[in-house]
């Protein structure tokens, strides 16, 4: 059986640090794009990030997050990684992973509905 299990969150005061983490079981995430995806209380899930197979060499990331967060990926560990720094209230939700085996990179954050593997989320609380 193929799962995701995302792992990370926390409380974090504003202007904090988190690193969330994405791990597989059942199957390697290197051939798979990875997508991190957040919900806010009362809001629409919305794409934050996303990063291509093999080598993650392209990546790409919402507007509200660009130049705050980074996204990685560690083969070896099978596990994708969401650096999440100067945090804000805002960016309380939360946090799903996702995978799909090839998505265009200009659709990877936009589009939700073409992954076919979600994790159970993560929560993230920025508050003081």
């Known amino acids: 059986q193929l799962q995701l299990v995302a792992s990370g969150g926390g409380l974090v005061q504003p202007g904090g640090s988190l690193r969330l983490s994405c791990t597989a079981s059942?199957?390697?995430?290197?051939?798979?794009?990875i997508g991190w995806f957040r919900q806010a209380p009362g809001k629409e899930r919305e794409g934050v990030s996303c990063i291509s197979d093999g080598g993650g060499s392209r990546t790409d990331y919402a507007d509200s997050v660009k130049g705050r967060f980074t996204i990685s990926r560690d083969n070896a560990k099978n596990t994708v990684y969401l650096q999440m720094n100067s945090l804000k209230p805002e960016d309380t939700a939360i946090y799903y992973c996702a995978a799909v085996s090839f998505v265009p990179l200009s659709l990877c954050v936009s589009n939700d509905a073409l992954y076919d593997y979600w994790g159970q989320g993560t929560q993230v609380t920025v508050s003081s």
């Open positions: 059942g199957f390697t995430l290197r051939g798979y794009y």
